[in-house]
């Protein structure tokens, strides 16, 4: 199996920008997460959906920030307009099921807004 | 809403030495995981714990859940480089699908 693949694995974007991640869970796992890593925050949790419906977006820190999950494979996360403070490094995650069965990380994107 | 606090934030240990992470609850937990993410990567997971009073063992590393579920502890014995990295453990409540992370311990080794 090839993990949690995501896309890119570096951005580098100027403010007002738009930015999106993307995301390709583990065949078969029903769950997935973004989550956001900073040094200030640590790794906070932005949305997460099961069976590709959004459960939870009380994460999402803004308007600014959209993620979709359109088939059981795909996953987006949109950054519109972007600003210097989401610089972060971005992990998408999934699982068989939501807190019972462990996470599987991508290799995350690091994103540096200018 | 749960918090789950982790204690020390860095850790500095000369190679041989033991080294020990501390997680804190406010609230009860269901299970309790433990996740190690090296420099530059990303969290892979270690274990996962359910049982009050579980302990659990890899090689040279010791996961401990506490009687009261709200409190989990990792214990690496002689250390070695190769456990650099920063430790995470992640609990969820009862019925929640949602796992909190602590903010981690970094654990650096000195050769």
């Known amino acids: 199996d090839a993990g949690v693949i995501q896309s890119p694995r570096h951005e580098v974007t100027e403010m007002g920008q738009e930015v999106t991640l993307r995301c390709k869970p583990i065949?078969?796992?029903?769950?997935l997460f973004w989550y956001r890593q900073t040094m200030m925050r640590g790794l906070e949790l932005l949305i997460y959906f099961n069976n590709n419906v959004p459960i939870d977006d009380s994460g999402m820190p803004e308007d600014r920030f959209s993620a979709k999950m359109p088939n059981a494979s795909f996953s987006t996360l949109k950054i519109q307009p972007s600003e210097p403070r989401d610089s972060a490094v971005y992990f998408c995650?999934?699982?068989?099921?939501?807190?019972?069965?462990?996470?599987?990380f991508g290799p995350g994107t690091r994103l540096t807004v200018t | 809403g749960q918090q789950v606090m982790q204690i020390p934030q860095y850790q500095h240990v000369q190679e041989g030495e033991d080294f020990t992470t501390y997680c804190n609850s406010s609230?009860?937990?269901?299970?309790i995981q433990w996740y190690k993410q090296r420099p530059g990567g990303h969290p892979v997971f270690l274990i996962q714990?359910?049982?009050?009073?579980e302990v659990k063992k890899q090689k040279r590393l010791t996961f401990q859940f506490g009687e009261a579920k709200k409190n989990s502890s990792l214990h690496i014995t002689a250390t070695q480089t190769t456990d650099v990295g920063t430790y995470f453990c992640a609990g969820s409540g009862a019925g929640s699908y949602q796992l909190t992370f602590g903010k981690g311990t970094k654990l650096s080794v000195i050769p």
């Open positions: 714990l359910v049982k009050s009073g």
């Open positions: 995650a999934s699982s068989l099921f939501p807190a019972t069965y462990e996470q599987y």
């Open positions: 065949s078969g796992h029903n769950s």
């Open positions: 609230t009860t937990l269901s299970n």
